[in-house]
């Protein structure tokens, strides 16, 4: 009887010492930034949206988890509860087809999926909102495999300034300091952007993943994106779509700077546009598709590629 209660006590202690560590781990863990942006990158207040995307995204999971522990907790109580005893006879009493349980099934999980998706509307209405007077339009090209962003810019004296600048496709060789080889995309600080979205050739995605957003780039269609960097800083930019061969190295860096430095590398770039007269497409290029043909009809000398 002595070793049975002793046995007995030592699991109680485990259980406890177990229950007591993982509240810890909890607890201690919940404090941390990392944790409380749910492992986002970027912190709440890298773009305007940062915030309500990183609630949206860690409230979810507070809620899935919620629903979670309902669910194991339940399935654990009836594996312990409703076990086989030692001199159980036969099936247990057989609870199938009960109308009212399964209704409570089919209802509850509905609303759950209309909660979530509630909130998901409304941050993404928020988020996608358009915004007409955005000083700032840049038209992001992607192409294979680079980038070209054109920018439109106006000044607070009423100024526009247009200028753009050509990305050539990153060289991924393994050398050091490729990263500064790769095409830049500057943003103003605390001014908003309106992204236009193209594409010259197939489908890519323009994505900088500490700004939380990502959007296609299709041919013969513009999207839109709108947003306000609010914080000073080196990003990091990539294609999120395969498009091909070399879809890994089209990358590009993302510098969000002062006003001022902004308006001095717009001048320090081309000035003008590059647009669709570039584009690959034969769709909305029609001159395009003409050279394209030239071009494969033209015997090729061998060697290049
Ligand atoms: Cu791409």
Known sequence: MRAQNDAGRRTRRRWTAGAVGTTALLVLTGCSAEVQRGWYPGTRETTNHNAQL????????????VVGLLAWGAMIWCMVAYRRRKNDQGFPKQTAYNVPLETMFTII??????????????????????????????????????????????????????AHYSGIQAQLDGSEGVRDTLPVLYLPKDVPVHFELKSRDVAHSFWIPQFLQKRDLIPGKTNHLYLTPQELGSYDGKCAELCGEFHSEMLFNVEVVDEAEFVQRLEEMEPGQVGDEYS??????????????????TPRGGGSH
């Open 54 to 65: 990183t609630d949206l995204w860690v409230n979810s999971w507070i809620a899935a988890l």
């Open 109 to 162: 999980p509905i609303l759950m999926v209309f909660t979530l998706w509630g909130f998901t509307d409304r941050v993404q209405t928020e988020v996608d909102r358009p915004v007409d007077d955005s000083p700032l339009t840049v038209t992001v090209y992607g192409k294979q495999w680079s980038w070209d962003f054109n920018y439109s810019y106006e000044q607070e004296n009423g100024e526009v300034v247009e």
């Open 280 to 297: 690959r497409n034969p769709n909305n290029n029609p001159d395009g598709a003409g050279t394209m043909e030239r071009d494969l009809q």
